[in-house]
């Protein structure tokens, strides 16, 4: 099984797209390593995006489809759904 074996096949059947599983590892890689989600600015720095609008909207995605759980309106809250964390509510 791939690295994506469980989180790239999405609830509905289809698999994230090629930035999408870019910015999933990156969010994944991030609590590992610091214990806190990335900033988009972080996003957009480790990625090479241009646009902050294009990673939120991305993030959104990845909240929207099931790999990832954030508080809206919340800095650094977005994190991956198999994580172990406290509270973010």
């Given at each position: 099984?791939?690295?994506?074996?469980?989180?790239?096949?999405?609830r509905?059947g289809?698999?994230m797209?090629?930035?999408?599983?870019?910015?999933?590892?990156?969010v994944?890689?991030f609590?590992?390593t610091?214990?806190?989600?990335?900033?988009?600015?972080?996003?957009?720095r480790?990625?090479g995006?241009?646009?902050?609008?294009?990673?939120?909207?991305?993030?959104?995605?990845l909240?929207?489809?099931?790999?990832?759980?954030?508080?809206?309106?919340?800095?650094r809250?977005?994190?991956?759904?198999?994580?172990?964390?406290?509270?973010?509510?």
């Open positions: 099984m791939d690295c994506f074996g469980f989180y790239g096949l999405l509905y289809t698999t797209t090629p930035a999408q599983k870019e910015i999933f590892l990156i994944d890689e609590w590992k610091y214990g806190f989600g990335p900033t988009i600015d972080d996003v957009m480790l990625t995006e241009k646009g902050r609008g294009n990673v939120a909207r991305k993030m959104q995605i909240i929207e489809i099931g790999v990832c759980k954030g508080v809206k309106g919340r800095a809250s977005i994190r991956p759904v198999g994580l172990r964390v406290r509270n973010l509510e």
